[in-house]
Nanobody
Framework: QVQLEDSGGGLVQAGGSLRLSCAAP????????MGWFRQAPGKEREFVAA????????YYADSVKGRFTISRDVVANTVALQMNSLKPEDTAVYYC????????????????WGQGTQVTVSS
């Protein structure tokens, strides 16, 4: 069992930046692929980005490519999502998630989840 804690959400104006963080206190993340998902009101949860722990390979949804960057800190055992050039349509609850599979973008393939952090982008 992996318990994830995500944080860093907030309110920002369009064009601004936020950095989300995900930690797993007491548990190493080195066996996992770490991902970020988001869910806007009235919409399904959607894949945002993922990163392998070993090697740091990344994969992004087309909607965030070039604006968001996922990274991991192997010493601190954390994963971050740097979000730049934010748009109102990026408003959602963002979730950190973990899986042992690579290149999976459906939430069902991620067994472990954080509690979510709200990101609101005002126009």
């Amino acid at each position: 069992q992996v318990q994830l804690e995500d944080s860093g959400g907030g309110l920002v104006q369009a064009g601004g930046s936020l950095r989300l963080s995900c930690a797993a206190p007491g548990r190493t993340l080195r066996s996992y692929v770490m991902g970020w998902f988001r869910q806007a009101p009235g919409k399904e949860r959607e894949f945002v980005a993922a990163i392998t722990w070993h090697g740091g390979s990344t994969y992004y949804a087309d909607s965030v490519k070039g604006r968001f960057t996922i990274s991991r800190d192997v010493v601190a055992n954390t994963v971050a999502l740097q979000m730049n050039s934010l748009k109102p349509e990026d408003t959602a609850v963002y979730y950190c998630a973990a899986t042992t599979e690579w290149r999976v973008v459906t939430e069902k393939r991620y067994p472990y989840w954080g509690q979510g952090t709200q990101v609101t982008v005002s126009s």
